[in-house]
């Protein structure tokens, strides 16, 4: 499985953010629209990720406020990204050598999407469980009610 496979089910809402936009404007966002990270982008450029993580030490930095901090001051600016042709299980390896929660899919210098550990998480169940689903069907006779545990 592909990360494009992840997007083309996850759709392609993008949720983005100034580096030189106010911090607390950005977690509004974040808190509105339920999501954990905003990309970071400039000039039509990536230039970081936004995240809770980010969000919370540089609240915790800054004595318990955001005060006037600016996007650029929290953000991750080496963000990890992937590409629409990266494998699942690289994705999946990448994210938890660097305790990401979540990966910017870019395609020639284009961002495309985000992807989450959930995303992935997702993905990999629904795999499982489809391929579970066959392995039962070639299975001849296998109980009805075993099937269900």
Request: proline share 3%; aromatic share 6%.
């Amino acid at each position: 499985m592909k990360v494009s496979d992840i997007l083309r089910v996850k759709g392609n809402t993008l949720f983005t953010v100034s580096p030189d936009e106010p911090l607390a404007k950005a977690a509004k966002v974040m808190a509105e629209e339920d999501i954990g990270s905003l990309v970071v982008m400039e000039h039509g450029d990536l230039v970081g990720m936004l995240t809770f993580r980010e969000l919370i030490f540089s609240v915790v930095r800054n004595g318990g406020s955001v005060g006037q901090m600016l996007v650029r001051t929290a953000m991750d600016d080496a963000p990890m990204t992937c590409t629409l042709a990266t494998e699942l299980d690289e994705v999946r390896r990448m994210m938890l050598e660097r305790h990401a929660r979540y990966m910017p899919v870019i395609d020639e210098r284009r961002l495309m999407g985000v992807i989450s550990l959930y995303d992935v998480a997702k993905a990999v169940v629904d795999s499982q469980n489809f391929e579970n689903k066959l392995l039962k069907a070639y299975i001849r006779d296998w109980p009805a009610d075993k099937a269900k545990a």
